[in-house]
Nanobody, 124 residues
């Protein structure tokens, strides 16, 4: 069993920045890929960013390339999502996810493990 706990969501104005954190615990030895999804009201869930936990290769949705950066601190078992130049369209619940398959998370079977989500609201 893997536990994922997100933090860092907040309300900001357009153009601002936020950093989300996702701390994993439990039986994490099998995790190969971690990352973030988001879902806004009335919209489908969207994969945002993924990171290969061993090699560090990163993957991004086109909508966030150049603005968001995913990173990890292995010693802290934590993955981060640095979000810059935020737009109102970035408003959503952001979920951390992990699975035992190759990145990105949005290809293939849905991730097995999910956090509870953290809300990001961007006002214009």
């Amino acid at each position: 069993q893997v536990q994922l706990v997100e933090s860092g969501g907040d309300s900001v104005q357009a153009g601002g920045s936020l950093r989300l954190s996702c701390e994993r615990s439990g039986n994490t030895y099998s995790i190969v890929c971690m990352g973030w999804f988001r879902q806004a009201p009335g919209k489908e869930r969207e994969g945002v960013a993924s990171i290969d936990t061993s090699g560090g290769r990163t993957y991004y949705a086109d909508s966030v390339k150049g603005r968001f950066t995913i990173s990890q601190d292995r010693a802290k078992n934590t993955v981060y999502l640095q979000m810059n130049r935020l737009k109102p369209d970035d408003t959503a619940m952001y979920y951390c996810a992990a699975h035992a398959y190759a990145c990105p998370l949005w290809i293939g079977s849905p991730p097995r493990d999910w956090g509870q989500g953290t809300q990001v609201t961007v006002s214009s």
